[in-house]
């Protein structure tokens, strides 16, 4: 079964940064797509960051580009979300997911696993 944990998630002033973890206990991860989404209260869950499987091409929303990072270590099974200068606007639950279609797909319905969230709260 696959399994995706996310850690590192916290309480944060504006400015100030976070690194998010996610652990894949899947077999394919290597081969597998990797995204980061996030869902505020009362809002849609929304596309964050994503890394293609030869961690090679990257793609941000334009709300967090030159902010965030996203990266992978397919050795430790491993994507990570470094956010820098963050603001009040990024609180939200964030959820890292797993993705076997093509590259180039960046909608919750594209990507096939997702571990349970970690909460990012930044204050002002």
């Known amino acids: 079964q696959v399994q995706l944990v996310e850690s590192g998630g916290g309480l944060v002033q504006a400015g100030g940064s976070l690194r998010l973890s996610c652990a894949a206990s899947v077999r394919t991860f290597s081969s597998s797509n990797m995204g980061w989404f996030r869902q505020a209260p009362g809002k849609e869950r929304e596309f964050v960051a994503a890394?293609?499987?030869?961690?090679?091409?990257?793609y941000y929303a334009d709300s967090v580009r030159g902010r965030f990072t996203i990266s992978r270590d397919n050795a430790k099974n491993t994507v990570y979300l470094q956010m820098n200068s963050l603001k009040p606007e990024d609180t939200a639950v964030y959820y890292c997911a797993a993705s076997n279609t093509g590259w180039g797909r960046f909608e919750p319905d594209d990507y096939d696993y997702w571990g349970q969230g970690t909460q990012v709260t930044v204050s002002s």
């Open positions: 890394i293609r499987w030869s961690a090679g091409p990257t």
